[in-house]
């Protein structure tokens, strides 16, 4: 198993940027393939990006239009989500989840942080 926590969440203005992290612990973080979703209020999970166990593959959704960084550190048990020009659109809670291989389904992910608000407003 694998226990992830979020954080760098936050409070910004439209046209910000803003850095995520998650912190991993337990099983070998270079195991898993790792993910970030967000869920808006009233909508469904939306697929953020992915990164492969070793970072070599990233993969986005839609909505990051290029605005959106996913990366990985292994030796620090962490990953990120560095997110660039904000908007609106973009206020979720953000959550991080382990897989064992890269995918764009929230199903395919067996372990899952509390995730970390995000607001954009000005």
């Known amino acids: 198993q694998v226990q992830l926590v979020e954080s760098g969440g936050g409070l910004v203005q439209p046209g910000d940027s803003l850095r995520l992290s998650c912190a991993g612990s337990?099983?070998?973080?270079?195991?898993?393939?790792m993910g970030w979703f967000r869920q808006a209020p009233g909508k469904e999970r939306e697929f953020v990006a992915a990164?492969?166990?070793?970072?070599?593959?990233?993969y986005y959704g839609d909505a990051e239009n290029g605005r959106f960084t996913i990366s990985r550190i292994n030796v620090k048990n962490a990953v990120y989500l560095q997110m660039r020009r904000l908007n609106v659109e973009d206020t979720a809670v953000y959550y991080c989840?382990?897989?064992?291989?890269?995918?764009?389904?929230?199903?395919?992910?067996?372990?899952w942080g509390q995730g970390t608000q995000v607001t954009v407003s000005s």
């Open positions: 337990g099983d070998t973080f270079s195991n898993y393939a």
């Open positions: 990164i492969s166990e070793l970072g070599g593959s990233t």
């Open positions: 989840a382990a897989a064992l291989r890269p995918s764009y389904r929230g199903e395919d992910y067996a372990y």
